[in-house]
């Protein structure tokens, strides 16, 4: 590692869509910090890569906790100075619940405790992270959505209602916008994009896309060039064979 070296954060990384993008940002030479709630799990998925040859550290990260990001942020702080791209992976999704088939039985702790690690969570790490970007103002903020979520197809019958978790991913929707429009002045590219529908313990078997093939669209906006996209909402590239931009 060197002082060019690009340092990324991933959050919920050990499993699914997070250890994808983790190992791709890796394989290109950026210097992942895999993060995850579980220590065992993380430090699982450290070894697995490390044994890959790809240069990559861990740290336990509770998305869902003020302490627990406090801790984090303090040690990256110490171990490296600065963070140059965070990817916000982390998300729990409570559909299968027979209570989130109509927004007349929806359970606000369900939707309190979706809308705590999907959407301020994403606030909660970006205020911590954003100061160690500023350091170089270089930044490049990656928040995992769904095409679920844009407003103009939210009423399509297409989708099953998922109240909590489509609504918590407008609300990622929405941090994007309104992050991206405070650091207009920065050098710190924030987008949100949408993986599709993929075969990890969220997406299940009968999903037609690898967690491999989602991770696409996240290194590209990682790996954005300075004055790239800023605010924007990516489909994922494998579909259309490029870079194309949502309707929120
Ligand atoms: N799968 C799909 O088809 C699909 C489609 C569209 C969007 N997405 C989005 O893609 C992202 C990744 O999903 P996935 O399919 O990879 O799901 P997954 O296999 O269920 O993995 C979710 C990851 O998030 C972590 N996580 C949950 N709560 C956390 C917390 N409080 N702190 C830290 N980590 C936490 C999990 O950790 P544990 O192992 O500890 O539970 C796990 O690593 C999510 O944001 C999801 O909404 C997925």
């Not at 998922?162 to 050098?187: C, F």
Request: proline fraction near 3%; aromatic fraction near 8%; charged fraction near 15%.
């Amino acid at each position: 590692m060197t002082n060019q070296t690009k340092i990324a954060v991933v959050t919920g990384s050990n499993r699914g869509l997070g250890y994808a993008i983790s190992r791709k940002l890796s394989q290109i030479g950026i210097h992942v910090v895999l993060t995850s709630r579980n220590e065992t799990d993380g430090l699982t998925a450290k070894q697995q890569l490390s044994g890959e040859g790809l240069d990559v550290n861990y740290h336990l990260l509770d998305v869902a906790s003020d302490t627990s990001v406090a801790d984090f942020t303090q040690w990256l702080q110490q171990t490296y100075g600065k963070v140059d791209i965070l990817v916000n992976n982390a998300g729990i999704n409570p559909t299968a619940k027979s209570e989130e088939a109509s927004l007349l039985t929806v359970q606000l702790e369900t939707m309190q405790a979706t809308f705590n690690t999907n959407v301020l969570a994403v606030l909660r790490i970006s205020q911590a992270l954003i100061p160690l970007m500023k350091v170089n103002n270089y930044g490049r903020i990656v928040n995992v959505s769904t095409e679920m979520a844009s407003l103009s197809t939210i009423t399509s019958d297409y989708y099953p209602l998922a109240p909590s978790y489509r609504l918590s991913k407008v609300g990622v929707n929405g941090l994007t916008v309104l992050i991206a429009k405070e650091l207009h002045d920065d050098n710190i590219l924030v987008n949100a994009y949408s993986p599709g529908w993929m075969k990890t313990d969220m997406g299940g078997e009968n999903a037609p896309f690898t967690a491999e093939e989602g991770a696409e669209t996240a290194v590209y906006l990682a790996t954005l060039p300075d004055g790239g996209a800023q605010g924007k909402f990516f489909a994922e590239i494998r579909k259309f064979g490029g870079p194309i931009q949502l309707q929120w």
